[in-house]
């Protein structure tokens, strides 16, 4: 039960997001270049036949995660991105309103349902959320609610009120682990809180995040990747940077997951800190002096050998559409800047370089993205997450799938 002091606060955040939603729906869509709208609408149809060429690769009881030594590579279903392909397939559909690739997308949904009780992970978010949370903007189908409620369940079961986080990586008791990434989760839990009303949900949401702020930024505003605390003091221990090229650099795809994250979670809750946090660190990645003219990052804000460092196509996928959403919160000159970066972004990622052709890379649409570098782990390849993403922030810029409380322009 809710005290009223929560039951208070609760609502006025409810409040705020309704505001929120009201204000992003009366934003017209007048700044889009016509040119790249076109563009990007060539690029989807094409991604439908390369995605239809990727679906006869992937068994059906995995799922696709990169291209390597000239074949796909697939997962399990409990690998953190299993949850990409799917939720690719659901944009698609979305663009083209073709069955078969619905039909694609639920055959995969059954294979990872099982996923919903899966304690072991902090990706549930990237795996139930980016698949089944998009299978209900498609059909409203009651047992898709109920797999993401189990989910958030089930990762509410890895926080830790000491450290006052959610355990990211699995470890012994002398480490509580802590990534950048798990903020692209919390998104799954205000979910969970809208449908329910139950506050653990939002209180651990906004816990995490706040406990983020505190010990994972730098005065600059660039986060580290990992912060490993004492789990029954909450003391942190170490601030390192495990996929970086130092503990001390700018990862870039951290970097992207962060102002993701903290622009979801200023919609969902209508908190300023959020926004504020999310502001800097836009502020950050756009004025750093090592960002390209392309705007595609190195793989690191802070990697050696730049300008010959390779690129991270995903983590310019993931900053395009979360630049598209934070634009709806800010003053208009700033939106402006925003609405540029992300659009330079997209028609970068549109063409070469980064654009696959054909099958050339099985059917994945984007080259050039970095996994981890110091892991020798998928380096300079296509990655699923890096479609998605791409994919949700073209869909987003042609008006064609809503940033939440903007609604699609019609067909």
Request: glycine fraction near 6%; charge should be positive; hydrophobic fraction near 40%.
């Amino acid at each position: 039960m809710l005290t009223k002091r929560l039951l208070t606060h609760f609502s006025i955040c409810l409040l705020s997001g309704c505001l929120l939603a009201g204000c992003a729906s009366q934003k017209k869509l007048h700044w889009q270049d016509d040119t790249l709208q076109q563009k990007l609408a060539a690029v989807l149809d094409t991604a439908v036949t390369q995605y239809h060429l990727l679906q006869a690769s992937v068994p059906a009881d995995r799922f696709a995660r990169t291209f390597e030594k000239g074949q796909v590579q697939t997962i399990k279903s409990d690998g953190w991105v299993s949850g990409f392909y799917p939720g690719t397939l659901l944009f698609l559909y979305r663009h083209a309103n073709e069955s078969s690739l619905l039909a694609e997308a639920k055959r995969k949904l059954q294979v990872l349902e099982k996923e919903q009780f899966n304690t072991h992970t902090h990706d549930l978010g990237f795996m139930m959320y980016c698949s089944f949370g998009n299978a209900l903007q498609v059909e409203p189908n009651p047992a898709y609610k109920e797999v993401l409620l189990n989910s958030a369940r089930s990762l509410l079961s890895r926080f830790n009120p000491a450290v006052g986080c959610i355990r990211s990586w699995d470890s012994d008791s002398s480490h509580f682990l802590v990534i950048i990434d798990n903020m692209m989760n919390l998104e799954l839990l205000l979910y969970a809180f809208r449908q329910t009303g139950d506050s653990s949900f939002y209180k651990v949401a906004v816990t995490h995040a706040n406990t983020t702020i505190k010990n994972h930024f730098r005065p600059d505003y660039s986060s580290y990747h990992v912060v490993d605390y004492n789990a029954k003091t909450g003391a942190v221990q170490r601030k390192h940077t495990h996929q970086g090229a130092a503990d001390e650099s700018a990862w870039a795809r951290g970097q992207a997951w962060g102002l993701y994250g903290f622009t979801v979670m200023y919609r969902e809750t209508g908190d300023k800190n959020y926004l504020g946090q999310a502001r800097h660190i836009a502020q950050f990645l756009l004025n750093h002096p090592n960002l390209p003219a392309d705007k595609i990052p190195y793989w690191d804000f802070n990697a050696p050998g730049i300008p010959n460092a390779l690129r991270d196509a995903s983590a310019g996928a993931i900053m395009s559409s979360a630049l598209q959403e934070l634009a709806l919160y800010v003053p208009a000159a700033e939106a402006k800047t925003y609405r540029a970066a992300a659009e330079t972004m997209l028609k970068s990622l549109a063409g070469a370089p980064y654009k696959t052709v054909g099958a050339e890379a099985g059917g994945f649409l984007l080259k050039h993205s970095v996994g981890h570098l110091p892991g020798k782990s998928e380096i300079d390849v296509p990655l699923s997450y890096a479609d998605y993403y791409f994919v949700e922030s073209a869909l987003r810029y042609r008006g064609e799938i809503g940033i939440p409380g903007q609604k699609p322009a019609a067909k």
